[in-house]
């Protein structure tokens, strides 16, 4: 059976050269590109080859760059940054930490404020030009920018929003702090939910900036092209990084890490880097719900039946039934009809499992907002412990323990 599994040819349904496999037998080392996928790797997707070869198995942590995600596209961050901590933090950004003692000062604090704001003002800006929506910049920015994907669940963001407005609709004067909710990314040209699922938001932010009952404290852009070009402008203007894919999907991300190296606070779940960027900034500075990667197995093993959490939820039956009734899409029933009877009946990616979850961590994600002194505490946390995630301290370690490349010294 062991060699059956670890065949370079599967043979179910024809002969198949399995890709993965061949990879691993003609490599002298494998890794995972964060703890969670590394340990997902070795236990169960190459277990059979771990057992064999684990001196050939390590972890490598991805990185992002800081000089382009925080000193180019941040520059007023990037000069207090300076001030504070010397030009050295660029190329040593564990210097970063040192920033810590700065979290509760005032005058930091008001700084940290006044850049974050101009940022979003830049944004702004930017939204207006290109698709003439008007947001502003004082309220909480909500941002998901990735490539669209449901295991990366775009549209369990879209039933938060969704219930937000269901309850400001029948609530007009419930407390809640203004949010804009900005999304980014683009589908495979031949991925029919990740499309339908872009054209979902895009439907939604029609019908809530349109509605004056809801737009005085909530609007929802999504910003075309997302590129590195205009990920300059995004990331900095981040209030909250949205990073809910299933437990155990994600091999690692990267946006997580530039969000995180210019302040804003992650709502997430344990996937991917957020395992460890949760660890960094501590748990304190992370909003974190959801299943676990080995509770999401054990939910599936036992067979998942999201119809039943459909049933137990009034709220997310009702969000439901508007989307799926054509309330964002002037009445045509059908334009949605996949997604809603996708998640109600096979919910590959456990949307509904999570969902009550999700809606209670947004709840605080409010609470935390309107404390402004803690909320821009946690931000200055978040960059002050980000510096495990750049890309220099990553390719060391490719280079030490993979590649076996050794640095030399360049006389200028």
Same mark, same amino acid.
């Given at each position: 059976?062991?060699?059956?599994?670890?065949?370079?040819?599967?043979?179910?349904?024809?002969?198949?050269?399995?890709?993965?496999?061949?990879?691993?037998?003609?490599?002298?080392?494998?890794?995972?590109?964060?703890? *969670?996928?590394?340990?997902?790797?070795?236990?169960?997707?190459? #277990?059979?080859?771990?057992?064999?070869?684990?001196?050939?198995?390590?972890?490598?942590?991805?990185?992002?760059?800081?000089?382009?995600?925080?000193?180019?596209?941040?520059?007023?961050?990037?000069?207090?940054?300076?001030?504070?901590?010397?030009?050295?933090?660029?190329?040593?950004?564990?210097?970063?930490?040192?920033?810590?003692?700065?979290?509760?000062?005032?005058?930091?604090?008001?700084?940290?404020?006044?850049?974050?704001?101009?940022?979003?003002?830049?944004?702004?800006? @930017?939204?207006?030009?290109?698709?003439?929506?008007?947001?502003?910049?004082?309220?909480?920015?909500?941002?998901?920018? +990735?490539?669209?994907?449901?295991?990366?669940?775009?549209?369990?963001?879209?039933?938060?929003?969704?219930?937000? %407005?269901?309850?400001? +609709?029948?609530?007009?004067?419930?407390?809640?702090?203004?949010?804009?909710?900005?999304?980014?990314? +683009?589908?495979?040209?031949? %991925?029919?939910?990740? +499309?339908?699922?872009?054209?979902?938001?895009?439907?939604?932010?029609?019908?809530?900036?349109?509605?004056?009952?809801?737009?005085?404290?909530?609007?929802?852009?999504?910003?075309?092209?997302?590129?590195?070009?205009?990920?300059?402008?995004? %990331?900095?203007?981040?209030?909250?990084?949205?990073?809910?894919?299933?437990?155990?999907?994600?091999?690692?991300?990267?946006?997580?890490?530039?969000?995180?190296?210019?302040?804003?606070?992650?709502?997430?779940?344990?996937?991917?880097?957020?395992?460890?960027?949760?660890?960094?900034?501590?748990?304190?500075?992370?909003?974190?719900?959801?299943?676990?990667?080995?509770?999401?197995?054990?939910? #599936?093993?036992?067979?998942?039946?999201?119809?039943? @959490?459909?049933?137990?939820?009034?709220? *997310?039956?009702?969000?439901?039934?508007?989307?799926?009734?054509?309330?964002?899409?002037?009445?045509?029933?059908?334009?949605?009809?996949?997604?809603?009877?996708?998640?109600?009946?096979?919910?590959?990616?456990?949307?509904?499992?999570? @969902?009550?979850?999700?809606?209670?961590?947004?709840?605080?994600?409010?609470?935390?907002?309107?404390?402004?002194?803690?909320?821009?505490?946690?931000?200055?946390?978040?960059?002050?412990?980000?510096?495990?995630?750049?890309?220099?301290?990553?390719?060391?370690? @490719?280079?030490?323990?993979?590649?076996?490349?050794?640095?030399?010294?360049?006389?200028?």
């Amino acid at each position: 059976a062991r060699v059956a599994r670890m065949s370079l040819i599967g043979e179910e349904g024809g002969k198949r050269v399995r890709m993965a496999h061949l990879a691993v037998v003609g490599s002298h080392a494998i890794n995972g590109v964060a703890a *969670l996928h590394t340990e997902l790797l070795q236990a169960s997707v190459l #277990k059979d080859f771990h057992e064999l070869w684990p001196e050939r198995f390590s972890n490598k942590t991805n990185g992002v760059t800081p000089r382009r995600f925080l000193a180019l596209s941040n520059p007023r961050l990037r000069e207090l940054l300076d001030h504070a901590l010397g030009q050295q933090w660029l190329t040593e950004p564990d210097l970063l930490r040192k920033l810590d003692v700065h979290a509760d000062n005032d005058a930091f604090q008001r700084d940290w404020r006044a850049i974050k704001l101009g940022n979003k003002q830049r944004l702004s800006s @930017y939204i207006r030009a290109q698709i003439g929506i008007e947001i502003d910049p004082s309220w909480l920015f909500d941002i998901q920018v +990735k490539r669209i994907h449901e295991y990366k669940r775009q549209h369990l963001n879209v039933l938060h929003i969704v219930t937000m %407005y269901r309850r400001l +609709k029948e609530n007009p004067a419930l407390t809640m702090p203004p949010r804009a909710f900005i999304f980014g990314g +683009k589908a495979a040209p031949g %991925y029919f939910m990740a +499309k339908r699922i872009i054209k979902l938001i895009n439907a939604v932010a029609e019908t809530i900036n349109a509605d004056p009952d809801v737009n005085t404290r909530m609007k929802v852009a999504f910003i075309p092209n997302f590129n590195v070009q205009n990920a300059h402008l995004i %990331y900095p203007a981040a209030d909250l990084s949205e990073q809910i894919s299933t437990a155990g999907k994600e091999a690692s991300g990267t946006g997580n890490m530039k969000f995180m190296l210019n302040g804003a606070l992650t709502i997430g779940t344990l996937d991917g880097a957020n395992v460890e960027i949760r660890e960094e900034a501590g748990a304190d500075n992370f909003f974190l719900f959801g299943l676990s990667a080995a509770e999401v197995e054990s939910v #599936k093993r036992t067979g998942y039946r999201p119809h039943d @959490y459909v049933a137990g939820n009034d709220e *997310l039956r009702a969000v439901l039934e508007l989307i799926g009734t054509g309330h964002f899409s002037q009445g045509d029933a059908e334009v949605f009809r996949p997604l809603v009877d996708n998640l109600i009946h096979d919910d590959p990616f456990l949307v509904l499992a999570d @969902y009550a979850a999700y809606i209670a961590c947004q709840e605080q994600v409010n609470l935390a907002w309107q404390d402004v002194p803690n909320w821009t505490r946690m931000s200055i946390l978040n960059t002050a412990r980000s510096g495990k995630f750049s890309s220099d301290r990553a390719i060391t370690e @490719y280079c030490k323990e993979i590649w076996n490349i050794r640095p030399v010294t360049v006389k200028v």
